[in-house]
């Protein structure tokens, strides 16, 4: 066993602190809510009123904060004092109410440069968040382009990096879900009431606030009247101006930037080949509450009619909703919710009664106007929601019964669940109910029949099979389950409101608006064209943007960089080199975009063909054959290697030598569903003691826990009791140590007695409460908090359970690998990086390694990382958010303040697993293994031993090819004491120590006599 006298016994302070915050702070969604809905919340005021008064409140007369905070003096023009309030704590302020009852909030704030993230805020009223949809009020910021439009060498044309552009803006608080039209109402009572606003991401500025009623637009026939009788009766004429989409100067998200579109010859501008950003919107503009402004100068006072071209062609037998508002005011009802219908190619919708072919008139004064577009729900909102709600109370009713069941049910058997769960079949009836009435409503919306009635129809057909024969429950579970997923995609998808805008119209009553659809002769030109330009256009280069100063292929400052990624990431990439690194360095670089660098590399660099840098290469035999750059030799090494975790750099380090910069940074954090653990009464876990307490009563409700059945657990299991899964200089295994094969004891009893699943797809098992508690790569949160939204506030992320080690610190750790950018030269000397680590690297003879360097330093700078981070998100999505291996930038990224949190203790925690020749070896045999001991039942000491032989031989080799020790006595001590050094949670055994030596080498003896004998 491990000789516990000689571990270090002092833990690092920050360690402690770490662990203090976790222990005294709740996890992300660490308590779920039982607060009412916002139905339930207004019904429980039956007889209260709706005053009228107005009452002001100055934001920086707070009454209490524990929050960071600041006045300022008429800040970016506002018209008095303002307080800015950093991301974290709450703000009180004290209000005198004269007349009880429900107001609106209306709020002036500033959205301050941050991560360009949504700013969110929790309220509380009197003490207590009021309802569901409270704790997630939704500030959001405003974009821009960063410049003009550019072209590439290539004639294609280059949106502009998105940019924050604050702007004072005055909005109510309203449901960030779009389920509710009208702002959010709360009640105040007579008397003095408290507002309390606490952070849960981003700071921002709040100006004035406001109790009142938030205005209700009158229809259009009363606002027309109204008009005509102020201004008489439309006379201007000859009046048309068309806003090109893409010219918008605001938009609430990075994501909503310019984008092309070439199959359409009827779009402005065009272009059969070459690419033109000629519109704007899209798929990237379906989330709700995500707006796109334009600016229209009108040259005199009048009546004008608006039409706008755009289609929506995502969204099959359904159709998406805009707002429109005309200088922050929605001009009357009908605006609250234009509809944009499902067609593949391009309409002009002229706003107006389209029953009567009349367009509507807006009564606009001459200057400069903003118009609007706010993708909203409309009459779909109450039915996503109603729907929501039947998901979740269908999940519910799943739970209970997979509780008495398992979710693999014995066919054969009798469960008599409708005495088992008592209301089961009348719940069941209801939802049943529910989805019909749901589909009926769906087809009055839309007007037609389709898949999404069907999705609801089908669903309430098979309830009504479950109610009429409960014996039949357990048979359907399977069909069951899979239409709940069908269910949660059906929501995700009608809650979508894309829409791709190529123009607006502004133009007087008497004008014709322009056709939309290209001629069957515009048609045949543009596929002529179109298929005669494949043969000849090279659509895999990422183009340079044409700079005059460019030097020639050949001259000096310039490198060749392999991107193995995809199209998207490539652009940005380059975008970014073109904007930052060529101006900063004075080095050009020429990008390719390389799909399939696995195959290429090796003979590009056999025929001489090589690029300097190779981003992405996952080639690492490369690095194991080859010469690769020790980043030492680099004087300021030491300060670059500052950005990055210790644990980042252990990954690429061999003795004392780093061969590569970290990348990307990944590791597990625990994932757990709050409702779930509320329900069975049960307490996140923190250690693995409290988790095998609670395990037994998991299980007893046919509930799973969730861990990888890898050498990844392995790993993780020895570096919390402090061990190193390699000797000094990675030069053998620790499997056969004693110490080891207790701990694959430990790690294979978890499958074979606590019977925890060998193969689950986490994301579907979470979602639908089969796996309440889960280990896994903490990129899920985002991925969940995208594709599981009717869970939102249900689920919470957090360290993964630990080790309580002596001292009564939680151990933490959890090995972990991340990509890299690796510097290679001709200089001998290999290294293999460990399973699941990819790497980016300078081919051999590179004669560019001062400007590789710099490259290098550049790409994984914070300010580099960030930007890559947020626009890789603008474009692909929240989940696809970087994870930067950079610490300062990973605190730049949009992370709410909690999760950050949480990731911050974890990351503390994090290890790296040193890169072993022959390491390949070492996964695959431990895979073998594994399967040998938990699905053939071989004994474990012995198979332990036998893997561990073939392990060590095939190292021994190894390093014997490569000119290293194999031996372990005859490792130097210099080199074994450096070994220890780069960890920072594993401490170095003492293998002189008679306790350890003699039993191990004892066993390896006992064992070769063994293998000798069978030899014999």
């Not at 879900?177 to 702002?183: A, M």
């Not at 272009?271 to 379906?286: D, K, P, V, Y």
């Not at 300021?636 to 970290?662: G, M, N």
Request: some cysteine.
């Amino acid at each position: 066993m491990l000789n516990r006298e000689l571990r270090k016994t002092l833990t690092l302070t920050f360690t402690c602190l770490l662990a203090l915050l976790w222990m005294a702070s709740p996890s992300v969604g660490a308590s779920a809510t039982s607060l009412p809905s916002y139905e339930d919340y207004l019904a429980s005021f039956p007889h209260s009123s709706y005053p009228t008064d107005e009452i002001f409140v100055s934001g920086y007369s707070f009454t209490n904060t524990d929050a960071e905070i600041e006045i300022l003096d008429k800040p970016f023009g506002y018209e008095d004092s303002a307080l800015w309030i950093d991301e974290r704590g709450f703000v009180e302020w004290e209000v005198w109410v004269e007349e009880a009852g429900f107001y609106n909030i209306e709020l002036d704030y500033y959205p301050v440069k941050g991560r360009s993230t949504a700013i969110e805020r929790s309220i509380e009223i009197n003490g207590a968040i009021p309802f569901d949809g409270a704790e997630y009020l939704v500030f959001r910021r405003v974009f821009g382009d960063q410049g003009p439009v550019r072209v590439d060498a290539g004639g294609n044309e280059i949106r502009a990096p998105q940019v924050e552009k604050p702007i004072w803006q005055k909005v109510f608080l309203s449901d960030s879900q779009g389920y509710e039209q009208h702002p959010y109402f709360f009640y105040f009572e007579e008397g003095l009431n408290t507002i309390r606003l606490t952070a849960r991401a981003e700071p921002l500025i709040i100006g004035h606030f406001r109790l009142n009623q938030a205005p209700i637009a009158p229809s259009y026939a009363e606002t027309i009247e109204l008009q005509r009788s102020q201004y008489g009766k439309p006379q201007l004429e000859n009046v048309f101006l068309q806003i090109e989409g893409e010219s918008a100067i605001y938009r609430s998200s990075p994501s909503l930037f310019p984008i092309f579109d070439q199959g359409d010859p009827t779009v402005v501008p065009y272009h059969h080949a070459e690419t033109r950003l000629n519109s704007i919107g899209g798929h990237r503009w379906q989330d709700v509450g995500d707006w796109i402004a334009w600016e229209v100068d009108i040259p005199e006072d009048g009546f004008y009619q608006i039409a706008i071209k755009g289609k929506q062609n995502l969204n099959r037998g359904t159709f998406s909703n805009r707002r429109l508002l005309i200088d922050g005011k929605v001009p009357f009802a009908e605006m609250n919710a234009i509809r944009f219908n499902y067609s593949t190619r391009y309409d002009i919708k002229q706003l107006g009664l389209e029953e009567q072919d009349e367009p509507f008139l807006f009564y606009l004064t001459a200057g400069k106007h903003e118009i609007r577009l706010e993708a909203v729900l409309g009459e779909m909102g109450d039915l996503i929601r109603l729907t929501e709600d039947t998901l979740y109370e269908l999940n519910h009713i799943y739970r209970n019964i997979i509780m008495i069941t398992s979710s693999t049910p014995d066919p054969m058997r009798s469960y008599q669940l409708e005495q088992r769960v008592p209301d089961l079949l009348e719940r069941i009836g209801n939802q049943a109910a529910a989805l019909r009435k749901m589909a009926a409503e769906f087809e009055r919306i839309t007007g037609q029949r389709g898949g999404h009635t069907a999705t609801l129809t089908d669903f309430a057909r098979m309830l009504e099979r479950m109610q009429d024969k409960p014996d039949s429950v357990p048979n359907l579970l399977q069909e069951y389950r899979d239409a709940i997923g069908h269910l949660g995609t059906w929501i995700m998808t009608s809650r979508e409101q894309p829409l791709q805008v190529d123009f607006l119209v502004v133009a007087s009553p008497e004008q014709k608006m322009p056709r939309a659809k290209p001629t069957i002769l515009e048609a045949t030109i543009h596929e002529i064209k179109a298929f005669g330009s494949s043969f000849v256009r090279d659509y895999t280069s990422v183009w340079d943007i044409e700079q005059s100063d460019a030097p020639k292929k050949g001259e000096a400052k310039r490198i060749k960089v392999w991107i193995g990624l995809g199209r998207d990431q490539a652009q940005i990439l380059k975008q970014m080199i073109e904007d930052s690194f060529t101006p900063e360095t004075g080095i050009f670089v020429d990008l390719e975009l390389i799909t399939t660098m696995d195959q290429l590399l090796v003979p590009a660099t056999i025929a001489g063909n090589q690029p300097d840098v190779a981003i992405g290469a996952a080639n690492m035999d490369m690095a194991f054959r080859g010469a690769v750059a020790d980043l030492t030799q680099f004087d300021d090494f030491p300060e670059i290697a500052k950005r990055f975790k210790k644990s980042a750099l252990l990954t690429f380090r061999f003795r004392d030598q780093v061969f590569a910069l970290p990348e990307v940074q990944s590791f597990p954090m625990m994932f757990y569903r709050i409702d779930i653990l509320d329900e069975l009464g049960l307490e996140v876990p923190q250690t693995w003691d409290d988790l095998f307490k609670i395990l037994p009563e998991l299980q007893n409700n046919h509930l799973e826990f969730g861990i990888w059945p890898s050498i990844y657990t392995y790993v993780q299991f020895m570096y919390q009791r402090g061990l190193s899964l390699y000797k000094e200089d990675v030069v053998e295994v620790n499997l056969a140590s004693q110490a080891g094969i207790s701990i694959f004891t430990e790690m294979t009893n978890l499958f074979t007695q606590s019977g925890l699943p060998l193969e689950y797809n986490f994301i579907n098992r979470f979602r639908m409460g089969e796996m309440p508690l889960a280990i896994a790569n903490y990129g899920e949160f985002n991925t969940l908090s995208v594709f599981a939204s009717e869970l939102r506030g249900q689920w919470g992320m957090a360290p993964i359970p630990g080790t309580m080690q002596e001292d009564g610190v939680i151990n933490r750790a959890v090995p972990v690998a991340q990509d890299a950018l690796v510097i290679r030269t001709d200089q001998t000397g290999s290294v293999i990086m460990p399973a699941g680590t990819t790497g980016s690297i300078i081919l051999e003879k590179s004669q560019n390694q001062a400007e590789a360097w710099e490259f290098l330093k550049w790409w994984t700078s914070k300010e580099t990382q960030v930007r890559f981070g947020q626009e890789l998100e603008a474009l692909i999505g929240a989940a696809a958010r970087f994870a930067t291996a950079n610490v300062e930038a990973m605190q730049e990224l949009p992370w709410r303040i909690e999760e950050r949190d949480q990731l911050n203790i974890q990351w503390d925690w994090v290890e790296g697993v040193p890169p072993v020749l022959g390491g390949y070896y070492v996964t695959r045999q431990f895979d073998w293994l594994f399967r040998a001991v938990v699905l053939q039942n071989e004994p474990i000491r012995e198979s332990v031993l036998d893997y561990t032989r073939e392990i060590n031989n095939e190292i021994a080799r190894k390093r014997a090819e490569f000119g290293y020790e194999t031996d372990y006595d005859k490792v130097d001590d210099r080199l074994k004491e450096l070994f220890w050094d780069h960890y920072t949670h594993v401490y170095r055994l003492d293998w002189e120590s008679p306790e350890i030596d003699e039993e191990y080498r004892n066993l390896l003896e006992r064992y070769d006599l063994l293998i000798e004998g069978a030899e014999k």
